[in-house]
């Protein structure tokens, strides 16, 4: 058994580093069509997931996130630093537990510690039709900067031509507030 790193813990959720152990949950949400339609990569197969597990056991960016009472591994955060005290955040889950407040939770959570560490600038980016992840971020409290028009490509069609699309930037200050609440994720 393989020692775990734990990052920040909630009422629900222990976020912590990835472990080999966590193969079978990742290819669960990587392999969901539906789970990376907004993502630069299409469905896993089991060695692509073997292959993305092994990266994120290598890097600090991606933090996985378990269930504190069945310990399954439901999905990760993606904290990537960046120039000038910033953070990218990002967040994948699995489909099954969508709902459920547990990104809200994660994310609030690794913001608050973020913050607390001295991070000025907490930003992320989305695709304007994923409407789940963005009314996240404004709940969360990100504020959109920017709305950026057929700015990036992912994908190109039959014929070699980019498939172009949009992006929403939000970001969140560090307003040098306390962080005990959010921690507790409530």
Request: proline fraction near 2%.
């Amino acid at each position: 058994m393989e020692d775990t790193i734990i990052i920040a813990e909630t009422e629900r959720l222990i976020l912590r580093r990835y472990k080999r152990d966590d193969i079978q949950d990742l290819f669960e949400y990587l392999s969901d069509e539906e789970v990376v339609k907004y993502e630069p990569y299409k469905p896993h197969t089991l060695d692509e997931a073997k292959e993305a597990l092994e990266w994120r056991i290598g890097t600090d960016e991606m933090i996985a996130v378990e269930l504190k009472n069945s310990h399954k591994m439901i999905g990760n955060v993606y904290m990537g630093k960046r120039d000038f005290e910033a953070l990218e955040i990002g967040f994948v889950f699995n489909r099954n537990y969508w709902g459920h407040g547990y990104a809200g939770e994660s994310c609030k959570a690794l913001s608050g510690l973020a913050f607390s560490n001295g991070v000025h600038r907490i930003y992320a980016e989305c695709d304007p039709n994923n409407k789940r992840s963005w009314k996240l971020l404004e709940a969360l409290g990100f504020q959109r900067e920017a709305h950026f028009r057929k700015n990036v490509y992912f994908w190109r069609d039959e014929a070699g031509k980019a498939i172009w699309k949009d992006t929403y930037v939000y970001a969140k200050l560090n307003d040098g507030t306390s962080i005990n609440s959010s921690i507790s994720g409530s």
